[in-house]
C-alpha cells in the first residue's frame, strides 16, 4: 500500500517537473509520518524513502530511538515553543516552522558543535490568518530578520516554508505559490551573502501548483500514508 503510494506520488513530482521543465532532482519529498506508527515509516524506508517530517516532539523522539539504526534525515514542521527549542536543536537535520528572531536564536545556540548546521526555513503566514503562525509576508521586515539570522552560528538558513489556507482552485494556489517564489528571489536578491535554496511548499493537495511554482521540498502525508486517526 505505501509502495504504490510512494511511487504515484514520485511519479506525480517526476511528471510535474517536466511539465514546468524542471529536473526531478530538484524536488525533495518529505514524508510526513506524523500520527503514524514507526513500523509504517520503516515500511516507507524499505522502499527508499528517506526524508521524514514529525510535527510533535516527543512522538518523533520516540520513533528516532525506535529507529535509530535506518539512516532517515529527520525534519521538524510542527510549531516550536521555546522550551521545546534544545530537543529539537538536537534530534534533527531541519526545521521548517523557524518564526521569529528569538527561535532562531535559541537553535543555534542549542545546536551541538559536533553536529552539521542545522538547516531552516522561515515559516511565511502567506494568507495572513490569525489561526497560523508564521511571519507576515512583508518584504522589509523579512529582510531585517533574514540579515539577522543569517549571522547565527550553527544554523542555515535555507529557504522559506507556508501553509496556505485552503483554496477553491489551481489558479488561486498559483497566486500564492507564486507570492512565496517572489518573496524568495526578494530576498536574494536585497541580502549579500544570502543565498537561499529551499522553498518547502506543496502537501497532498496542493503538489501540483507548488512545483509549477518552484517549491524544492514537498510536505506529503495522507498520500502516502493514508488518512491519520
Ligand atoms: C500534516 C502536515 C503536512 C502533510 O499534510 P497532508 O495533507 O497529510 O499531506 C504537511 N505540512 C505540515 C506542516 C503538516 O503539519
Not at 516552522?97 to 515559516?123: E, G, H, M, W, Y
Request: aromatic fraction near 4%; glycine fraction near 4%.
Amino acid at each position: 500500500m505505501i509502495k504504490q503510494q510512494l511511487e504515484k506520488i514520485n511519479k506525480k513530482i517526476q511528471k510535474n517537473c517536466q511539465q514546468h521543465h524542471r529536473h526531478a532532482d530538484e524536488v525533495t519529498l518529505l514524508a510526513v509520518s506524523k500520527r503514524h506508527s514507526s513500523a509504517r515509516i520503516r515500511e516507507a524506508y524499505d522502499c527508499g524513502q528517506r526524508h521524514f517530517g514529525e510535527n510533535y516532539l516527543n512522538e518523533a523522539l520516540e520513533k528516532q530511538q525506535q529507529l535509530a539504526s535506518l539512516d532517515i534525515q529527520w525534519h521538524y514542521i510542527g510549531s516550536i515553543q521555546s522550551n521545546k527549542s534544545r530537543k529539537i536543536a538536537e534530534h534533527f537535520t531541519w526545521v521548517h516552522t523557524v518564526d521569529s528572531i528569538k527561535i532562531a536564536t535559541r537553535l543555534a545556540n542549542q545546536r551541538p558543535d559536533d553536529l552539521p548546521p542545522l538547516n531552516i526555513c522561515l515559516q511565511i503566514n502567506i494568507d495572513a490568518e490569525d489561526s497560523k503562525s508564521g511571519l507576515p509576508a512583508d518584504k522589509n521586515h523579512l529582510l531585517d530578520v533574514v540579515k539577522t539570522i543569517s549571522l547565527l552560528p550553527n544554523i542555515h538558513l535555507r529557504g522559506l516554508m507556508c501553509i496556505p489556507a485552503p483554496k477553491t482552485d489551481i489558479a488561486e494556489e498559483r497566486a500564492t505559490f507564486t507570492q512565496m517564489q517572489q518573496l524568495l528571489q526578494f530576498i536574494n536578491n536585497h541580502v549579500d551573502n544570502v543565498v537561499l535554496d529551499t522553498l518547502s511548499m506543496g502537501m497532498s493537495n496542493d503538489l501540483d501548483a507548488a512545483i509549477e511554482c518552484g517549491a524544492t521540498i514537498v510536505r506529503v502525508g495522507t498520500a502516502i500514508f493514508g488518512v491519520r486517526d
